[in-house]
């Protein structure tokens, strides 16, 4: 669709969207519901992620910040969002920011997680992992990072086997198809 942004870029980090996530952060901390609000956030952001339709109006410059919070809060009512959730987001639609939305969830995201002590981890495998590998990679995360990992998952077929994992910006490649490059490369120069 033109104009839409990708996934990535609707994510992306920026100054606004974390200025907002930190006075949200430090509000939901000073009012004992930091763990309520970030689970609206996750919910919030899983709303998004399924509906291409809603990441698109959200994101849209077409339309007036005020009309995206209404559109978004009546897609979110089932979430029963907190009282500070509905604020923050509110302040971001009536000072016209509701296109740092994205970057607001990211932002709050990763002050949750440095807050908890926690470490996100994005898998790529080459097919879908079941819940039994998932518990291992987690397991097997937690141990050689020293604390707890929040993962998430992407297929990539390309990858012909194996994964790739990325934790802030160490890359783990085990993957098939960097293993036969390697080889290919090694060939060529001999």
Same mark, same amino acid.
């Given at each position: 669709?033109?104009?839409?942004?990708?996934?990535?870029?609707?994510?992306?980090?920026?100054?606004?969207?974390?200025r907002?996530?930190?006075?949200?952060?430090?509000?939901?901390?000073?009012?004992? @519901?930091?763990?309520? !609000?970030?689970?609206?956030? $996750?919910? =919030?952001?899983? +709303? /998004?992620?399924?509906? *291409?339709? %809603?990441?698109?109006? @959200?994101?849209?410059? !077409?339309?007036?910040?005020? $009309?995206? =919070?209404?559109? +978004? /809060?009546?897609v979110? *009512?089932? %979430?029963?969002?907190?009282?500070l959730?509905?604020?923050?987001?509110?302040v971001?639609?009536?000072?016209?920011?509701?296109?740092?939305?994205?970057?607001?969830?990211?932002?709050?995201?990763?002050?949750?997680?440095?807050?908890k002590?926690?470490?996100?981890?994005?898998?790529?495998?080459?097919?879908?992992?079941?819940?039994?590998?998932?518990?291992?990679?987690?397991?097997?995360?937690?141990?050689?990072?020293?604390?707890?990992?929040?993962?998430?998952?992407?297929?990539?077929?390309?990858?012909?086997?194996?994964?790739?994992?990325?934790?802030?910006?160490?890359?783990?490649?085990?993957?098939?198809?960097?293993?036969?490059?390697?080889?290919?490369?090694?060939?060529?120069?001999?």
């Amino acid at each position: 669709m033109p104009g839409s942004l990708s996934d990535n870029q609707q994510f992306r980090e920026t100054e606004a969207g974390e200025r907002y996530a930190k006075a949200a952060f430090e509000l939901a901390e000073d009012n004992k @519901v930091l763990d309520v !609000v970030h689970g609206d956030i $996750v919910a =919030l952001k899983a +709303l /998004l992620l399924s509906s *291409a339709e %809603l990441r698109t109006f @959200v994101g849209s410059q !077409v339309y007036k910040s005020d $009309v995206k =919070l209404s559109g +978004l /809060l009546a897609v979110a *009512a089932g %979430l029963n969002l907190n009282d500070l959730t509905r604020k923050a987001l509110g302040v971001l639609a009536s000072n016209g920011r509701m296109d740092h939305l994205f970057p607001f969830i990211t932002a709050f995201n990763k002050l949750y997680d440095a807050k908890k002590g926690i470490v996100s981890a994005e898998v790529t495998s080459a097919v879908a992992l079941s819940d039994a590998q998932l518990d291992d990679l987690k397991k097997a995360l937690a141990k050689t990072l020293g604390q707890s990992a929040e993962i998430s998952t992407r297929v990539d077929p390309a990858l012909l086997g194996g994964l790739k994992v990325r934790v802030g910006s160490r890359l783990f490649d085990a993957s098939l198809k960097t293993k036969l490059d390697s080889l290919k490369f090694a060939l060529k120069r001999a």
